[in-house]
Every structure is written in C-alpha cells, then in structure tokens.
C-alpha cells in the first residue's frame, strides 16, 4: 500500500512562491497518475493538477493555470508542485493523490490514496 506524505506549506506574502513536495513510499508509484488537490475552510476539496506516470502530460486548473507547476521523478518517489504568483484565495490544505490508471483524474472521487495534507496561508 502506498503511502504519501506532503510538505512545504506555510506562510508566504501575496506574489510569493512554495514549493510543495509529495514523497511516495511502501508500493508502486511510477506506474500511476498523481495529483494535487486543496480545500479551503468551508469548501470542498477541488483539483489542482495531475501529471501522468511518465510526466509528459499535465492538467490544471484554471485557477491555477500558468502560476503553477506539476512535476515528478519516478527514480525518487517524488512530486512536486511548484506556486508562483501566490494569491490569498489559494490559501488551503493541499494534498497530494495517486490514482491507479493511466488516464489523468480531476475528481476526487477517481483518486485511490491520499496524503494528510499540508497547510497553505498566503496573506496580502
């Protein structure tokens, strides 16, 4: 069974950037899509990105489209995904997904395994 863990939330300033990382452990990882996903208070968890089992091919969403980036190494167990242009309305939890199947997930619901999460505050 795989497990996830995130890490890399905290507090940054409007316009800054994080890097959040999601490490892979105990079963397969490369094989599988993997995914961001965030939920702020109040609101439920919506998809961030996804990026295939061999990373040529990424999603976002459209509020995040151009500001952020999804990426892995299958040799390291690890994504990431890198946040620029930080805006307070991404503040949230953000978790990392994997999904068994090859064809990339937007929902939640197509997600198999999940991290516990990594807190995001952005501040203006």
């Known amino acids: 069974q795989v497990q996830l863990v995130e890490s890399g939330g905290g507090f940054v300033q409007a316009g800054g950037s994080l890097r959040l990382s999601c490490a892979a452990s105990?079963?397969?990882?490369?094989?599988?899509?993997m995914g961001w996903f965030r939920q702020a208070p109040g609101k439920e968890r919506e998809f961030v990105a996804a990026?295939?089992?061999?990373?040529?091919?990424?999603y976002y969403a459209d509020s995040v489209k151009g500001r952020f980036t999804i990426s892995r190494d299958n040799a390291k167990n690890m994504v990431w995904l890198q946040m620029r242009s930080l805006k307070r309305e991404d503040t949230a939890v953000y978790y990392c997904?994997?999904?068994?199947?090859?064809?990339?997930?937007?929902?939640?619901?197509?997600?198999?395994?999940w991290g516990q999460g990594t807190q995001v505050t952005v501040s203006s």
């Open positions: 997904a994997l999904r068994r199947a090859t064809r990339l997930g937007t929902t939640r619901h197509e997600y198999d395994t």
């Open positions: 105990g079963g397969t990882f490369s094989t599988y899509v």
């Open positions: 990026i295939s089992w061999t990373g040529g091919t990424t």
